[in-house]
């Protein structure tokens, strides 16, 4: 077995970038995710890798923007508000079919917020977050092990779908301390012919840009964008079920929430309770086939979460609201506990509503 | 014998730009510049957005569109992906550089990054149709300042290169322009300077470039060259704001 090391989760974020061959980072400071910059500003340095402190988030991702067009692992983090402004850049860097990796380690808004824990950032991160008609791949890690595994399968994504991958973590994730193994096989990168690396009065110029005047242009690149996508959804899909295939009931969480909930469900099964459990690794592209399956048995589903309720829309999605979905959750920087979670899990037993 | 021909690092297709602008003039300095250089094959050009947004179809040399103001921070990207190989410029208006880009101008300068930056003023939004500029005149009469520019009301002009000239950071700062052949031959050797310092790795170095819009000025192109002389040099001195290497060699 692989030597294990306790790590907090930006800091296995840092590492696990480094491991993944990514030697330049952008950032800006903001809590919850200073620890990733700090890691950054200690090793790259040594490593002949850069770490620069950005006078912006606006500025960190256009320097992403920068080193993408160079075909070059990069990387920013930053919390809620910072992606918010990174939100330029992210549709900038669709339109343009680069690859990326940005870590959101989410705090509760909106607007400045709090500091503490939150999932309300899903739909800026699944829906795309900047303007225009564009995916991310956004990651969703339950673990500091994950955190790390992650960050690497991200840059790999990137890479492969010419697209950013997004990490969605939450301040849990991000100051808790685990044991992580670093020693991961990686794939080989892919040939970037598109990259601005200077023409070496060898080939015609290459061009990184987002601006098509002609409709019908833009329009195709939006189309072809989408066929990728296709591919993406038909083959990156990640998820972990966990007893859900005599479930009555079926809890719907990723990240910190799932980790609450899968003590509830344990528990609720040790009540005689027939509970399981969908954990969505890769939060776009959403894992719909778990949940249509799930809803042949189950009678109700519990999207449990850390915001108002993002997720539980996907969940009525997937399930084309074929079964009643409730909402067992905590917002602005709460976390649910266990027995909150079991609860609503008793509620819908019952045959309540929560 | 010397035959006038077009410089390698500006590809022949024709400019989408207005009867008497001097984007083309200054296109072609660039692109003298980076022949004369030999290093078309490590430049890579960063385009703003605004009149000079499809600079990429323009220079031969690889090309990238950032989003408005941005082009000093994909800048640092790219140098910094590279910087022993790459040779990396951006080519920005006054509303891309002075406005919406502030930061990322005052901070690339600050950090003397080692790019070089050609900056269009001409004192008007000319791509969205003639508003008002960080840069536009007092009583300058725009779109956006259809009465003229009110001091009172929307403050004054910024003066790049001087408020630039206070960071230590800076290497080059240098105001041209080209209205007339003297100055179009002085422009050329202030922007070989730029892209000279980045190869010694010297850093930052701008060249603000007072330029003229026939079209959005309401003028016809000749007397647009004569508004340069007239109005925006008296407010906008040409000369050196800053040359770091030059101060050393004084002191020594």
Redo the contacts between chains.
């Keep these: 077995m692989a030597d294990k090391v306790l790590m907090k989760g930006n800091e296995a974020i840092a590492e696990a970038a480094i491991h993944a061959g990514c030697r330049?980072y952008?950032g800006y400071p903001i809590t919850p995710q200073t620890e990733v910059a700090a890691y950054m500003a200690k090793v790259m340095p040594k490593i002949g890798g850069?770490f620069?402190q950005?006078?912006?988030e606006?500025?960190?991702i256009?320097?992403?923007?920068?080193?993408?067009?160079?075909g070059?692992r990069?990387m920013t983090s930053s919390s809620s508000p910072g992606i918010s402004l990174k939100g330029?850049?992210l549709s900038?860097l669709a339109g343009?079919d680069l690859p990326a990796l940005v870590v959101n380690v989410q705090r509760g808004g909106p607007g400045l917020g709090g500091i503490q824990p939150s999932q309300s950032d899903y739909f800026q991160a699944t829906r795309g977050g900047g303007h225009g008609d564009y995916h991310m791949i956004v990651l969703a890690p339950s673990s500091v092990q994950e955190m790390a595994e992650l960050t690497v399968k991200g840059f790999e994504l990137a890479d492969k779908y010419r697209m950013t991958a997004m990490i969605l973590a939450d301040g849990t994730m991000g100051q808790m301390m685990e044991p992580v193994s670093l020693d991961f096989e990686l794939e080989p990168v892919p040939e970037k012919p598109w990259a601005?690396?200077?023409?070496?009065?060898?080939r015609e110029?290459?061009?990184?840009?987002?601006?098509y005047l002609k409709p019908d242009e833009l329009e195709k690149g939006n189309f072809d964008r989408y066929e990728r996508y296709k591919i993406v959804e038909a083959n990156e899909t990640r998820y972990e079920e966990y007893l859900t295939n005599d479930a009555d009931i079926v809890i719907a969480a990723f990240g910190i929430a799932a980790r609450v909930s899968r003590n509830a469900v344990n528990e609720a099964r040790r009540l005689g309770i027939k509970v399981g459990m969908i954990r969505p690794i890769t939060l776009w592209p959403f894992p719909k086939a778990p949940f249509e399956k799930a809803a042949e048995h189950a009678k109700a589903f519990i999207s449990v979460e850390l915001s108002m309720g993002q997720m539980i829309e996907d969940v009525e999605l997937a399930t084309k609201c074929r079964v009643p979905v409730s909402l067992c959750n905590r917002a602005g920087g709460m976390i649910p506990s266990p027995a909150q979670v079991l609860d609503c899990i008793k509620k819908i037993a019952n045959g309540g509503n929560n | 014998m010397v035959v006038f021909d077009k410089p390698h690092a500006l590809l022949d297709v024709p400019l989408h730009y207005c009867p008497g602008c001097t984007h083309g003039i200054i296109h072609r300095l660039v692109a003298e510049a980076i022949d004369e250089l030999g290093i078309?094959?490590?430049?890579?050009g960063?385009a703003p957005v605004g009149c000079s947004?499809?600079a990429?179809?323009y220079?031969?040399?690889?090309?990238?569109?950032?989003?408005h103001g941005?082009a000093p921070?994909?800048?640092?990207?790219?140098?910094?992906?590279?910087p022993e190989?790459?040779?990396v410029f951006t080519y920005q208006g006054d509303g891309d550089l002075a406005s919406i880009g502030m930061?990322?101008t005052?901070?690339a300068a600050a950090r003397n990054e080692n790019i070089t930056v050609i900056f269009i003023n001409n004192a008007i939004y000319g791509m969205t149709g003639g508003q008002m500029a960080p840069t536009s005149l007092p009583g300058q009469v725009t779109q956006t300042s259809p009465y003229g520019r009110d001091p009172k009301l929307c403050g004054y002009p910024i003066k790049v290169c001087e408020m630039l000239s206070e960071l230590e950071g800076p290497e080059y700062l240098e105001r041209v322009t080209v209205n007339n052949v003297k100055n179009v031959r002085n422009a050329k050797r202030a922007i070989l300077k730029a892209f000279k310092n980045q190869i010694e790795g010297k850093g930052f170095s701008l060249i603000e470039v007072l330029s003229s819009c026939p079209t959005n000025w309401g003028m016809t192109p000749s007397n647009a060259l004569k508004w340069i002389d007239e109005k925006m040099i008296p407010y906008y001195p040409l000369g050196v704001y800053k040359d770091r290497s030059a101060e050393k060699e004084v002191n020594k």
Excluded: P, Q, W
């Excluded at chain 1, 110029?205 to 601006?211: D, E, K, T, Y």
């Excluded at chain 2, 078309?40 to 890579?44: A, D, F, L, V």
């Design positions: 330049h952008f850069t620069l950005a006078e912006s606006i500025a960190a256009n320097m992403v923007y920068g080193v993408a067009s160079c070059l990069v330029e850049g900038y343009s601005t690396t200077g023409t070496k009065m060898a110029h290459n061009i990184v840009n987002s601006l | 078309e094959g490590k430049t890579i960063v947004v499809m990429y179809d220079f031969a040399c690889d090309m990238i569109e950032a989003a941005r921070a994909v800048a640092t990207g790219v140098k910094r992906a590279d190989n790459h040779i930061a990322e005052v901070h």
